[in-house]
């Protein structure tokens, strides 16, 4: 694998980092903890190979400008803006999601989640938009 191979390894991070979010809420709403544990962990360390592999890509590669000065621009921007700004702030709330769970603070953990966990998704469900706007129009 190279560099160049990263782009796509990033998408498919970030969809299953998307389909193991949800997964796990669809457990977690029939009351299945050990099961909703299981995949949010799974979900979280997809998002931590990501990351990873995302700021190596990007350290070799640096930015990457869009390709396309069509009606696809703006739309492109709509989509990369939110989604950067959003993946900066929700890493500690990830981080606190994730500790109040494992201290067993399930009603602070639950009230916190209800809003970080639409973001994760949007975070992720983007990021594959990013990529396929960015890689493959």
Known sequence: ???????TLNAV???????????????IKRGERRQHKKFMISALGSSALFLTSYLIYHYHVKSVPYPH???TR??????????????AVMVPFVIAIVWLAFREKFTSHRRLARWVWPV???????????????YQL
């Open 1 to 7: 694998m190279s560099v160049s191979d990263l782009p």
């Open 120 to 134: 994760w998704m949007f975070v992720s469900v983007s990021g594959v938009t990013v990529y396929l706007m960015l």
């Open 13 to 27: 991070l970030n969809l299953v980092s998307a389909s193991l979010l949800l997964i796990g809420y669809r457990y």
């Open 74 to 87: 703006p739309l492109y921007f709509a989509v990369l803006i939110p989604h950067v700004v959003l993946a």
């Open 69 to 71: 000065y069509d009606w």
